[in-house]
């Protein structure tokens, strides 16, 4: 029993020296939290986006041909859920409309299935 308090008592004494060492200096606590957003960036975001402000009666797709833009790409700037379940007083974000200059919306040439024998011309025989 004295020589596991011995061993104890040792233990105990050299942890509080390795804990009182002068040479050892704490390492510097780093801030992960984001940084607050300022009023500058905020405004910068908002002044280039159009809002708008859902009225009764109102539907997404109204809205979005008001605007000249895609059903789609309404629901998707605003995260919108359900599109059937809009309220009055919602503020929309409004993307920008899709440029000429970018082509058609959707490019997906028509289904081929090879398996589908070719359709020949049927021409009728009249006697």
């Not at 992960?32 to 109102?58: H, K, L, W």
């Not at 539907?59 to 789609?72: K, Y």
């Amino acid at each position: 029993m004295a020589k596991l308090l011995y061993f104890a008592s040792l233990f105990s004494i050299t942890i509080f020296l390795l804990g009182c060492n002068p040479d050892r200096t704490p390492q510097p606590i780093l801030d992960t939290s984001p940084a607050p957003e300022t009023e500058q960036t905020a405004n910068q975001v908002d002044e280039f986006r159009e809002t708008y402000v859902v009225v009764r009666g109102d539907t997404l797709i109204a809205i979005a041909h008001q605007f000249g833009i895609h059903l789609n790409d309404l629901v998707r700037e605003n995260n919108i859920a359900d599109p059937t379940m809009i309220y009055v007083g919602q503020v929309l974000l409004i993307p920008p409309p899709p440029s000429e200059d970018d082509g058609p919306l959707l490019t997906i040439p028509p289904p081929t299935d090879p398996l589908l024998p070719t359709l020949e011309p049927t021409t009728s025989v009249l006697n």
